[in-house]
């Protein structure tokens, strides 16, 4: 983030749409964080993004207001429009909790998708992985027990945003990134983040951005 000291613009002068106003009114965000005035007009303009931001920063919303204001103007309905990858099920279900709260005045749904579920839970996950649903939080290595069954349909995708990057490659997710991607549609925009820059994450950036 740069340290730019000009003044924040609102909601919206980003140009997002009626319902998500109302939804951050109602969770109390009066402006945008500096990550979020640096994020949503770029994603807004259809550009991929590699951010910087650690927890704390508002990173979840910059990422996930464009992605939902997008979806909403261009819904199309029976295809996964996201796809949030993320290192921790405690991250995918605080995710999971921020969509719940921007998307109450929308029509969207969302699932988390993380290990150590019941089988109800995984009959729910496959459902939707068959059939779509608007935005999927995962953690990698559930996905891909889903992607080897073969029935993960991705070909629709519009956003893929990788979230917590250098923790995932820390953790040892790289090779389930890589199969992953392999896996979805290559017209997507997608987003990067991460705490820190190092050259790992330079090199995953320059492949998939
Ligand atoms: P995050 O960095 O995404 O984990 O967000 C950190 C905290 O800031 C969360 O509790 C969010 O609900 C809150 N938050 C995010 N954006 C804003 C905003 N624009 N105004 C006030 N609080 C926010």
């Known amino acids: 983030m740069s340290n ?48 910087q931001a650690q927890t704390g920063t508002g990173k979840t919303a910059a990422f996930l207001l464009p992605v939902m204001n997008q979806l909403l103007k261009n819904h199309v309905d029976g295809q996964t429009g996201a796809l949030i990858v993320v290192p921790t099920r405690e991250l995918a279900i605080q995710i999971s909790q921020h969509i719940e709260g921007l998307s109450y005045f929308t029509h ?30 995962c953690t990698p290595g559930r996905m891909i027990a889903h992607l080897n069954m073969g029935y993960v349909n991705m070909r629709g995708l519009k956003f893929l945003v990788l979230d917590e990057a250098d923790r995932m490659l820390d953790m040892g997710f790289q090779d389930d990134i890589n199969k992953i991607i392999k896996a979805i549609s290559t017209q997507r925009q997608t987003l990067l983040f991460s705490a820190t820059m190092p050259d790992k994450i330079r090199q995953l950036a320059k492949r998939i951005l």
Not at 34 to 39: G, K, L, S
């Open 108 to 137: 969207l749904s969302s699932l988390a998708i993380y290990g150590g579920n019941s089988g109800d839970n995984f009959i729910a996950e496959k459902k939707a992985l068959q059939l779509g649903a608007d935005i999927i939080v």
């Open 4 to 51: 730019d000291v000009s003044p924040l613009p609102s909601f919206r002068d980003l140009a997002l749409i009626e319902p998500l106003l109302k939804a951050l009114d109602d969770v109390g965000y009066e402006t945008p964080s500096p990550i979020q005035a640096q994020v949503i007009p770029h994603m807004l303009q259809g550009k991929d993004v590699l951010g």
